[in-house]
């Protein structure tokens, strides 16, 4: 047992100590750094022209009742009240359309209360920003912007303040308005542009951040107790028990605010069980009486 505890804890270590901008916890805790997440949507969005982060909250979890629950990377709100989810993708599980639009939706539950008026949401514009490490499209562009038109007039916008923008880490040509955000893009291929301020900015910060006891403790432990959960429902299963080894895992998982897609992706790892049954399985889990 202590063998194998050790031989988790150095598996845990290690991860602590490759993780890149495209980690999710790094990035998220990158992204605390408001100087660092300014600037960044101010290169994503450059005729945004923000100039103070008013809200910023990581690994912002948004709970409606009978919906699905949903985390974003970042969330910020900034000086003109317009309200930006940054998340970093990096696998395609083709299904990136309905995630925005379930996000995008997501949204707007959190801004209009009980008894305001629709155009309530017209004081918070929102823009939702992927950064993906491949091209979803296929057209090579760096990024992919998208507002509701009409389909007889593209010029004839709805005008209802949402965007989403898309980010494509692979592109290798850049319009004069995609420069800014060009070495970011690099980055993430780990690509390290050290004549950039902004990058080395960054690096920095992921330095400072993994020499950081507590944040790396924290990390550490959630690791390990993934870990035992993992080893408890691979032992469950052994013994004819999968189900309840299944239950264990998605019950540490869920305890631990992880994202119902996270969760699926370890069922399919630990029981290899098909995607779309281990999204039933949560989407049963998470209905079910506690």
């Known amino acids: 047992m202590c063998k194998k505890l050790s031989e988790n804890y150095e598996k845990a270590l290690e991860k602590w100590e490759k993780m890149t901008i495209t980690s999710d916890p790094m990035f998220g805790m990158v992204m605390q750094n408001k100087e660092i997440c300014l600037e960044l949507i101010n290169r994503a969005l450059p005729h945004l022209k923000a100039t103070q982060i008013v809200q910023l909250t990581t690994q912002k979890d948004i709970n409606v009742v009978a919906g699905r629950r949903v985390r974003y990377d970042v969330y910020v709100q900034d000086e003109d009240g317009n309200i930006i989810v940054i998340e970093m993708q990096v696998a395609d599980r083709q299904n990136l359309p309905y995630r925005l639009r379930y996000y995008q939706e997501q949204i707007d539950h959190g801004l209009l209360l009980?008894?305001?008026?629709y155009r309530d949401l017209s004081l918070h514009p929102t823009y939702v920003i992927m950064f993906c490490d491949f091209d979803y499209f296929g057209y090579?562009?760096?990024?992919?912007?998208?507002?509701?038109?009409?389909?007889?007039?593209h010029q004839l916008k709805l005008g209802d303040q949402r965007t989403v923008v898309i980010f494509n880490a692979l592109a290798k040509e850049f319009t004069?308005?995609?420069?800014?955000?060009?070495n970011f893009l690099a980055l993430m291929r780990n690509q390290v542009d050290n004549k950039s301020k902004f990058i080395t900015k960054i690096q920095d910060e992921i330095v400072k951040i993994k020499q950081e006891p507590e944040?790396?403790?924290?990390?550490?432990?959630?690791?390990?107790?993934?870990?035992?959960?993992?080893?408890?429902?691979?032992?469950?299963?052994?013994?004819?028990?999968?189900?309840?080894?299944?239950?264990?895992?998605?019950?540490?998982?869920?305890?631990q605010k992880t994202a119902p897609s996270e969760i699926v992706a370890a069922l399919v790892n630990v029981y290899q069980m098909s995607e779309k049954a281990a999204q039933e399985y949560v989407a049963g889990y998470m209905k079910a009486p506690k």
Request: aromatic share 10%; hydrophobic share 30%; charged share 45%.
């Open 114 to 117: 009980p008894g305001k008026d």
């Open 140 to 153: 090579g562009w760096a990024r992919y912007v998208f507002e509701m038109a009409c389909t007889r007039n």
């Open 176 to 182: 004069k308005d995609e420069q800014p955000i060009k």
């Open 215 to 255: 944040r790396r403790r924290g990390f550490m432990k959630f690791e390990l107790d993934l870990m035992d959960a993992w080893r408890e429902g691979r032992e469950e299963g052994e013994l004819k028990a999968e189900e309840k080894g299944k239950q264990k895992l998605v019950k540490f998982l869920s305890s």
